[in-house]
């Protein structure tokens, strides 16, 4: 009734249409939000800018509701505190004379006006972070070498990949427990509907945990990115088992198990959909993350210094900070093994609490962790840290696996290899236990396809690896130093290995002084390599069996090193102890 009033609030009509139409933007098409849009309307279009009393009410009653929607807005921090103002305002309207003052009206609008301008922004830059994630992890996660020792066959994860074989089992039981089986995304990271708090995925090394652990970030990001990609379901001609592929399984009950496995695919981790309940997913490499112990400190250095410019990442950061109080939110964090608790470290952890990384307790997120057996036995995990017990014990199919990386593999020839032919010459090699291990598995095939047909062992695999690796054109001229002394029976037909078998033995003592340092923080990412000498280390990494991570620092130059998969760098250990017994101990 007050006719300054009415005034004062004419003059912010462009405003006030932003903001609704904001909010309709929010959520376009609730009852709720069309209610307030058309009390807008006939509210600033109204000659005399009157209400009667119970018209108010029921006015601001839907603004409230509007504010306070269960979908949308009840955890949003900006809408509760313009909820609660409109509610002042309706209490002035039942304690005061028909006309309310214009001091307070006007300023409870402006803090309303306020709030709700800041919301629509703080929703418009959780939106940004959301899509930033997205493309961040398609481009970055979305893409892996067929082979993890041949970097330079590179192909689309999700090209390849197979869904993992997952049981659920009880962590308290020292009995073998064979467990549950987990053919679900939602099953990973839920029970009865409700998100669960740690989950903890283990395995041994090769068995998929990392990629599992992409791949769900991947999803995640084709669920809320722009740009989603598409991966038409697999379909290989030669998916029917042969008379000839039955015969053989016939005698060699390892091949049964992969040929005539009753486990189908398509039926395994299919709901997708299930991703877009998670409003935000962040996906931590913990290798990476040796100085840090908090997870929040992790995202932030992680993922938000990398998606964000310099001067955007203050805004970012407290985009993230209310982002992880108010949103469901899923934090990935691959390989407990490859991380330990930073010795100098302001932190108030206790010792208990240093067996994994961080997260304060006022943040309600789900955590999965992946880790190696070893790292949960030696440091063991509290019970009530525990939720969920996952283990990891491969893929589902080895056969459909082991068929799209040779689907890869021909796209680069004319003549195709088949499955078949592989298949006999690992039964005929005897090799056939190896292929329950994914990565042995590729890398058998990448190897076989190469042209290697002669007998070879486990110690062979990766002496031809290397072998392969060192007979690269592109690396820098070394004068070869050929050695008179023994080699192992693994090397004794290379070439290249025997030819620059001085800086192997660099790489071996390298190897075997940083996975067993003292200090477990730098035993598998480093910063020292002084046993790499002269222009040995340039050759070396030139070769990809090392990796460089430059730091990001602007006030000094530093950089990290880490051999190309960690069952590398144990083979080149054994290598070194093989020439120093007195290690053993």
């Known amino acids: 009734n007050d006719k300054n009033m009415a005034e004062s609030i004419a003059t912010r009509h462009e405003n006030w249409e932003r903001v ?11 009852q709720g939000f069309v209610d307030v ?5 006939k509210t600033l279009h109204d000659a005399h800018y009157e209400l009667d009393g119970q018209t108010a009410d029921d006015c601001l009653d839907k603004m409230i509701t509007v504010l306070e929607d269960p979908n949308e807005l009840i955890h949003d921090t900006f809408a509760k505190q313009a909820a609660n103002h409109i509610r002042k305002i309706k209490a002035k309207t039942e304690t005061t004379p028909a006309v309310m003052t214009n001091i307070d009206g006007d300023k409870s609008l402006k803090v309303i006006e306020g709030l709700m301008y800041d919301m629509i922004l703080e929703r418009s830059n959780v939106d940004d972070l959301r899509q930033r ?33 997952i049981v659920q089992k009880d962590h308290r039981k020292f009995e073998k427990d064979e467990g549950t089986p987990m053919t679900t995304y939602r099953h990973l990271f839920c029970k009865m509907g409700e998100f669960r708090k740690n989950v903890f995925m283990v395995g041994e090394a090769g068995m998929g945990k990392s ?16 740009t989603k990609s598409i991966i038409e379901p697999y379909k290989n001609a030669s998916e029917q088992t042969s008379f000839e592929a039955w015969e053989l399984c016939l005698f060699n009950s390892d091949l049964k198990d992969i040929f005539l496995s009753e486990t189908k695919h398509e039926d395994q981790f299919q709901d997708e959909s299930f991703f877009k309940e998670i409003e935000f997913l962040f996906h931590l490499a913990l290798r990476d ?6 997870l929040t400190d992790m995202v932030r250095d992680q993922l938000i210094s990398r998606i964000y410019q310099k001067d955007e990442r203050v805004a970012a ?11 469901n939110c899923v934090i990935i964090a691959d390989g407990l093994d490859e991380w330990t608790h930073p010795n100098v470290t302001n932190c108030s952890c206790s010792d208990e609490h240093k067996v994994i990384p961080y997260l304060p307790p006022t943040i309600d997120a ?16 509290k019970d009530t840290k525990i939720d969920s017990f996952l283990e990891i014990e491969g893929t589902a199919d080895i056969r459909l696996l082991i068929q799209k990386v040779l689907d890869c593999l021909n796209e680069t020839v004319t003549e195709n290899k088949s499955l078949l032919d592989f298949v006999k010459f690992v039964d005929r090699m005897e090799l056939t236990r190896l292929l329950s291990v994914p990565i042995i598995s590729m890398l058998l095939v990448c190897l076989w396809f190469e042209g290697m047909h002669d007998s070879f062992s486990l110690c062979d695999i990766y002496a031809y690896t290397i072998e392969m690796m060192f007979g690269r054109k592109d690396l820098p001229k070394i004068i070869p130093q050929y050695s008179s002394i023994h080699f192992p029976r693994c090397f004794q037909r290379t070439e290249y290995i025997q030819k620059y078998y001085n800086i192997l033995m660099e790489m071996a003592q390298l190897a075997f002084t940083t996975l067993f340092s003292n200090d477990k923080t730098s035993s598998l990412v480093f910063k020292k390599v002084n046993c790499l000498v002269g222009d040995h280390l340039l050759f070396v990494l030139k070769t990809g069996i090392l990796q460089e991570t430059k730091s990001a620092s602007l006030i000094r130059k530093s950089s990290s090193y880490s051999f190309i998969h960690k069952t590398v760098q144990e083979f080149l250990a054994a290598i070194y102890m093989s020439y120093h017994p007195k290690e053993f101990h």
Not at 289 to 294: A, G, I, P, R
Request: glycine letters at 2%; hydrophobic letters at 35%; aromatic letters at 12%.
């Open 289 to 294: 993350n040796c100085d840090n112990c908090d």
């Open 37 to 41: 849009r058309d009390i807008r309307n």
């Open 133 to 165: 994630l997205a493309k961040y992890y398609q481009k970055h996660l979305n893409s892996a070498p067929i082979s993890p020792f041949l970097s330079d066959k590179d192909e689309r994860l999700e090209k390849f990949y197979v869904p993992p074989k």
């Open 20 to 30: 609704v139409w904001g909010l309709l933007y929010v959520k376009e098409g609730l």
């Open 211 to 226: 990629s599992c652990a992409a791949m769900c970030a991947i999803k995640w990001a084709n669920q809320f990115s722009s």
């Open 366 to 381: 789900t955590v999965l962790i992946t880790s190696r057996p070893w790292r949960m036995s030696q440091q063991r995990v």
């Open 317 to 327: 950061y407290s985009t993230l900070n209310s982002v992880l109080f108010n949103k």
